[in-house]
């Protein structure tokens, strides 16, 4: 079991900063992925980041060059850095974690942080 909580979601004008904090249960040594979705209103969720091993991140089209995902082994925490911001990345923002088990993989979740940017 792996449980995480998200902070550091809020209010924000247009072109500003924030940037989310993903506390784990356990140590991200033993997660083989974490990473960020966010589901807007009447939306699908959707990927934002994903970091593997080693803190290799991919990104969504959509944030890459104003996102950026990173971990602090020692905290278990893992972070969403996010610049540029606009209108459109008003979302609801969910850590998300993977862990293998046995022959498949378990996936978590947090509680979801409320980010808005206003225009």
């Known amino acids: 079991q792996v449980q995480l909580v998200e902070s550091g979601g809020g209010l924000v004008q247009a072109g500003g900063s924030l940037r989310l904090s993903c506390m784990s249960s356990?140590?991200?040594?033993?997660?083989?992925?974490m990473g960020w979705y966010r589901q807007a209103p009447g939306k699908q969720r959707e990927w934002v980041a994903l970091?593997?091993?080693?803190?290799?991140?991919d990104y969504a089209d959509s944030v890459k060059g104003r996102f950026t995902a990173s971990g602090d082994n020692a905290k278990n925490t893992v972070y969403l850095q996010m610049n540029s911001l606009k209108p459109e990345d008003t979302a609801v923002y969910y850590c998300?974690?993977?862990?293998?088990?046995?022959?498949?993989?378990?996936?978590?979740w947090g509680q979801g942080t409320q980010v808005t940017v206003a225009s």
């Open positions: 998300y974690a993977r862990v293998a088990t046995g022959p498949g993989f378990s996936d978590y």
């Open positions: 970091m593997s091993s080693g803190f290799n991140s």
């Open positions: 356990r140590s991200i040594f033993s997660i083989n992925a």
